[in-house]
């Protein structure tokens, strides 16, 4: 199976991520509270763009 088939997997990897830098900051204290915040939404963001980007659908009928 490619990763075209993995989109919902890879997305709840990269929450998982997310959410593992949020504790990392706020109750490991390796990182000032608004580092935190920045980090923990970059990994959200670049890394749900990364996913669509790479987990393109494939083309239907009429692409």
Known sequence: M???H???EL???VG???VVVALAG???GY???AATIVW???VWVVGTMLVR???DPPDGPHG
Do not use: E, H, N, Y
């Open 11 to 13: 997305t709840g990897l």
């Open 26 to 28: 706020f109750v490991g």
């Open 2 to 4: 490619s990763l075209k």
């Open 6 to 8: 993995k989109r919902k």
């Open 16 to 18: 998982a991520i997310g």
């Open 31 to 33: 990182m000032t509270p």
């Open 53 to 55: 980007v790479f987990t």
């Open 40 to 42: 923990t939404f970059g």
